[in-house]
């Protein structure tokens, strides 16, 4: 069975600072994916950014990107130039690939605040 | 913008009383899943399909059942809620082949008095 950790509960940052919400996670696949879904007070979870695990290129989606080491099994969200609505919980998730209707194994979320 | 709907977005009804929450996709996913969330929690996969007339349970034990008679439609049913089924309840949906993206309805909160 896979394990997502998200060691850090709740983060708190000033508007146009970096931040870096880490992810952990445990498998024994080798092909798989990675997802950072943001969760915004309005609760529909939308996906930020997506990694497949046979991709050495860290993902990159305007100013979010990832540090994706898969020796370490770690798989970190940066938010560059971080922005009020940038407020939400943060979930990285896994999936395996291909096969198996099992959905995503979640951690259990970073609440992230901006604050002005 | 991902084309899954859930109705009702918020409830509030009696203990006792059966429930039926709705959600439809147009997207032609034959993947489609329900997860439980409490408020500031992770989420939990109660329920999953994988195409019509499949349905599984997920990796949390529900009271809930599901149904997949259309590819568009996974409603989830509640005989006799009780309030330790107050929660928010997400539906979701993925692509049955390539891709592994997972796109989420808006929720459904349910409170149970």
């Known amino acids: 069975a896979q394990t997502v950790t998200q060691s850090q509960p709740e983060m708190s940052v000033q508007e146009a600072e970096t931040v870096t919400l880490s992810c952990t996670y445990d498998t024994s696949e080798n092909n798989y994916y990675l997802f950072w879904y943001k969760q915004p007070p309005s609760r529909q979870m939308i996906l930020v950014i997506r990694q497949e695990a046979y991709k050495q290129q860290n993902a990159t989606e305007n100013r979010f990107s990832v540090n994706f080491q898969k020796a370490a099994k770690s798989f970190s969200l940066k938010i560059s130039d971080s922005q009020l609505g940038d407020t939400a919980m943060y979930f990285c998730?896994?999936?395996?690939?291909?096969?198996?209707?099992?959905?995503?194994?979640f951690g259990k979320g970073t609440h992230l605040i901006i604050q002005p | 913008e991902a084309d899954i709907y859930q109705t009702p977005r918020y409830l509030v009804i009696g203990t006792g009383k059966k429930i039926t929450l709705e959600c439809s996709q147009t997207m032609g996913h034959d993947k489609m899943y329900w997860y439980q969330q409490d408020p500031g929690m992770e989420l939990h996969l109660i329920h999953y399909?994988?195409?019509?007339?499949?349905?599984e349970k997920g990796d949390l034990s529900s009271e809930s059942t599901v149904s997949r008679i259309r590819t568009e439609h996974f409603p989830l049913t509640l005989e006799s809620a009780r309030p330790s089924h107050t929660s928010q309840y997400l539906c979701?949906?993925?692509?049955?082949?390539?891709?592994?993206?997972?796109?989420f309805g808006e929720g459904s909160w349910l409170t149970v008095v």
């Open positions: 979701a949906s993925r692509p049955g082949s390539s891709g592994n993206t997972i796109y």
């Open positions: 399909s994988y195409g019509v007339n499949s349905t």
């Open positions: 998730a896994f999936a395996t690939s291909g096969g198996g209707a099992d959905g995503l194994t």
